[in-house]
């Protein structure tokens, strides 16, 4: 069975920094784009970041120069290093991933459980 284990949350000062991770449990054919989102108390859930197969990476406005996505595909692990960290960036953060799991199927979105980020001021 196909999962995603989100992991590397935690409470941080404004201005640190936290790594989280993000590993595919279970075997699929093939894994395309993986991306971070979150989602703030009250808010809706946001892109934080993304990146292909290929490598080729997005962001959000809010993140941009302070965040930076990665992937190792020998691993199946997507990473999101968060640096210069804000309490506006406090949130629970999700990793997700547009997988085929078996070959005579189609592509499906599979979430992690969520991992809290909370930054203090």
């Known amino acids: 069975q196909l999962q995603l284990v989100d992991s590397g949350g935690g409470l941080v000062q404004a201005g640190g920094s936290l790594r989280l991770s993000c590993a595919v449990s279970?075997?699929?054919?093939?894994?395309?784009?993986m991306g971070w989102y979150r989602q703030a108390p009250g808010n809706q859930r946001e892109l934080v970041a993304a990146?292909?197969?290929?490598?080729?990476?997005n962001y959000a406005d809010s993140v941009k120069g302070r965040f930076t996505i990665s992937r190792d595909n020998a691993k199946n692990t997507v990473y999101l290093q968060m640096n210069s960290l804000k309490p506006e960036d406090t949130a629970v953060y999700y990793c997700k991933a547009d997988m085929v799991p078996v070959v005579t199927l189609g592509s499906y979105d599979y979430w992690g459980q969520g991992t809290q980020v909370t930054v203090s001021s």
């Open positions: 279970g075997t699929a054919f093939s894994i395309n784009a």
């Open positions: 990146i292909t197969s290929g490598g080729s990476t």
